[in-house]
């Protein structure tokens, strides 16, 4: 009887103990491989959080716009955040071919009218309010270089004139870009159309012929220096177009009759010039106003000082600087997971307006900065590049919609720096002070992992980063009471 006892008291003890272990188990929650972390025990396996210290900066790097990619146009003028956007467009359109002539006779041509054609791959901004496009000819004392890249932050370095007006200003309704184009020469979507003076088509279709301006592309430029294309800064406009020059369905028109056989019987046809990636000029200009706007209380911050506050923006943009002192001080262990997360910080006053109109941008790039070289570094170990390219869908950068305690859409940025932190401990590596940008065309010298035995230049590109100037996000610092920056590090003892 005794030993009966005995053995359910056993058995009772036993129970308590799973119950209490049970009881005891730390649940938490992770985005990035989630899958690999052993359960948090308590005993075995733990967490904990580090601090980060935080501030932002203007972001110097010279921003590059490549003739594929999507150029912008247009005028915000109203972001309390992040403050103005200006963007204009200069650009060549040719013929195909040379020398290049209108079919016909000469004396049977008619002319009909001349078009701007741009293809808009979308906006950023508000579309209720429309926008007005002015299209130019650039001065022939200062036209465009075709073979240089001109740095698009950077405008004051240039000088390109603009020689007069081509067209009446166009106001552009935002929300029908979106609109069918059918006629017997279109069945196209998402076209802007700009019909230049008449005076301007009869110069293209009657004036110019093989004999002169249209003899070679360097006597065309001559004649003509291309187009500039600039938004009207002083109405309510507070969107930017995205206009991709390199796509067919962006070109020049030329719409006239003519018969070659001095017949009565005629029709309608149309010649097209058009932007070649290889021989077009072109220059995409954006500039940042944040005067009056809230980042401009958080830029170039004391040293030291973390703030509660601080502010990415798609190049030419901001940078924020990260700094997690604490990882120097961890005792040896064995490093799970280590995610850097940031999350988007509301703002109240304007959720649905600016907050919902200019979105986050859509991938952000941790990284060191050599400021003694000038240039990104990759984050050793984590962030590693292959054949395929950059590995982003398991280090993070890429914006993550949440809902969060009565907001239904914040965003949060993680990354993953599990062995970069595990080489801390380790082998005492270096605990580098970081950078979060937000690229576009970029490069980032990237050093393969441990033992890091080979280093080249990568180049970025939109297809992992951002259109040009599209993006801002307010993040929380180290020191947000709400949206705090932190660093994660599930971990085992040795």
């Known amino acids: 009887m005794h030993s009966f006892f005995t053995l359910r008291k056993t058995l009772f003890v036993c129970v308590l103990f799973l119950i209490s272990a049970v009881g005891c188990t730390r649940l938490t929650s992770t985005e ?3 899958g690999l972390i052993p359960p948090i025990d308590g005993v075995i396996t733990k967490d904990t959080i580090l601090d980060v210290l935080t501030d932002t900066y203007d972001d110097p790097d010279t921003l590059r716009i490549y003739k594929g990619d999507n150029h912008l146009v247009g005028v915000i003028n109203n972001d309390p955040l992040f403050g103005k956007t200006t963007a204009s467009m200069y650009f060549e359109m040719f013929p195909t071919m040379y020398p290049f002539f209108i079919s016909g006779h000469k004396d049977s041509i008619v002319v009909d009218s001349a078009v701007l054609i741009l293809n808009c791959q979308g906006f950023y ?13 650039i001065d022939k004392t200062t036209p465009l270089e075709p073979l240089k890249l001109y740095a698009s932050n950077y405008p004051a370095q240039y000088t390109i004139n603009s020689a007069g007006l081509l067209a009446p200003p166009k106001t552009i309704d935002i929300r029908r870009i979106a609109d069918s184009v059918k006629n017997r020469f279109e069945n196209s979507v998402y076209q802007i159309r700009i019909r230049l003076r008449n005076d301007v088509a009869q110069r293209f279709i009657k004036t110019y012929d093989s004999t002169n301006a249209y003899k070679t592309d360097s006597t ?11 938004a009207d800064p002083g109405l309510p406009t507070n969107a930017l177009l995205k206009i991709n020059l390199a796509d067919t369905n962006s070109k020049f028109a030329l719409y006239y009759s003519s018969s070659s056989t001095g017949a009565t019987v005629r029709d309608t046809a149309v010649s097209y ?8 000029g072109d220059a995409n200009f954006v500039t940042r106003n944040r005067s009056g706007a809230q980042v401009s209380n958080y830029l170039a911050g004391a040293a030291g000082r973390s703030d509660s506050l601080v502010y990415v923006q798609t190049a030419p943009g901001t940078r924020v600087r990260v700094r997690i002192p604490g990882l120097k001080d961890l005792s040896n262990r064995i490093i799970h997971k280590a995610e850097l997360i940031a999350e988007q910080v509301p703002d109240d006053a304007n959720l649905l307006t600016t907050e919902q109109q200019m979105t986050p941008p859509r991938y952000l790039l941790l990284h060191i900065y050599d400021s003694v070289n000038q240039r990104k570094r990759n984050i050793p170990n984590d962030y590693i590049i292959s054949q395929e390219g950059p590995n982003i869908s398991s280090f993070g950068g890429a914006a993550i919609p949440k809902s969060v305690g009565g907001y239904d859409r914040l965003y949060t940025y993680q990354f993953e720096l599990a062995r970069y932190v595990q080489g801390i401990i ?3 590596d270096t605990s580098f ?7 576009v ?5 990237y050093t393969t992992p441990y033992p890091q035995i080979a280093s080249q230049l990568f180049y970025l590109s939109p297809s992992v980063g951002n259109d040009p100037g599209i993006g801002r996000v307010r993040l929380g610092g180290g020191t947000h009471s709400r949206f705090r920056m932190r660093l994660r590090v599930i971990f085992s003892r040795l």
């Open 426 to 428: 380790t082998r005492k």
């Open 273 to 280: 010039f058009r932007f070649n990636t290889l021989t077009s």
């Open 220 to 230: 065309l430029r001559s004649f003509f220096a291309g187009f500039a294309l600039t």
């Open 433 to 439: 002070t970081m950078q979060i940008t937000a690229p």
């Open 32 to 34: 990035l491989g989630g």
């Open 125 to 137: 901004g508000d579309s209720t309010q429309p926008i007005t496009l002015r299209v130019a000819e």
């Open 441 to 445: 065309n970029d490069s980032i010298h």
